[in-house]
């Protein structure tokens, strides 16, 4: 069992990046999948997630209306797409998942336990 993000980089503040999560050793589509985020001496925080039975997505605050995150259940891969990069958005990306049904942000943002993490990506936006 094992996830693998990919498609960091250095990209400047109002670009765009797109990061793909690879799944191998089980169906990516039968657990939901979040993305996650952290700074060196910062706690990991939650990006963004979405739930395995009817696909709902949820997104923290700080990335709504910038972030999608899809799904690929054929190719087993989920996605996060980020535009409208912020130098603030500079991290450690990976991705993770849950065998739980997430049915409110909460549910992403910490309230479920996600598990089987990959190693991460490193975003950086900046100028």
């Known amino acids: 069992v094992q996830l693998q993000a990919s498609g960091g980089g250095l990209v400047q503040p109002g670009g765009s990046l797109r990061l793909t999560c690879a799944a191998s050793?089980?169906?990516?589509?039968?657990?939901?999948i979040g993305w996650f985020r952290q700074v060196p001496g910062k706690e990991r925080e939650a990006v963004s997630c979405?739930?395995?039975?009817?696909?709902?997505?949820y997104y923290a605050d700080s990335v709504k209306g910038r972030f999608t995150i899809s799904r690929d259940k054929t190719a087993n891969t989920a996605y996060l797409q980020m535009d409208s990069l912020k130098p603030e958005d500079s991290a450690i990306y990976s991705c993770?998942?849950?065998?739980?049904?997430?049915?409110?942000?909460?549910?992403?943002?910490?309230?479920?336990?996600?598990?089987?993490w990959g190693q991460g990506t490193q975003v950086t936006v900046s100028s």
């Open positions: 979405i739930s395995y039975r009817d696909g709902s997505k």
């Open positions: 993770a998942r849950t065998g739980y049904y997430l049915t409110r942000t909460s549910d992403c943002l910490g309230g479920r336990p996600f598990d089987s």
């Open positions: 050793g089980f169906q990516l589509g039968i657990y939901s």
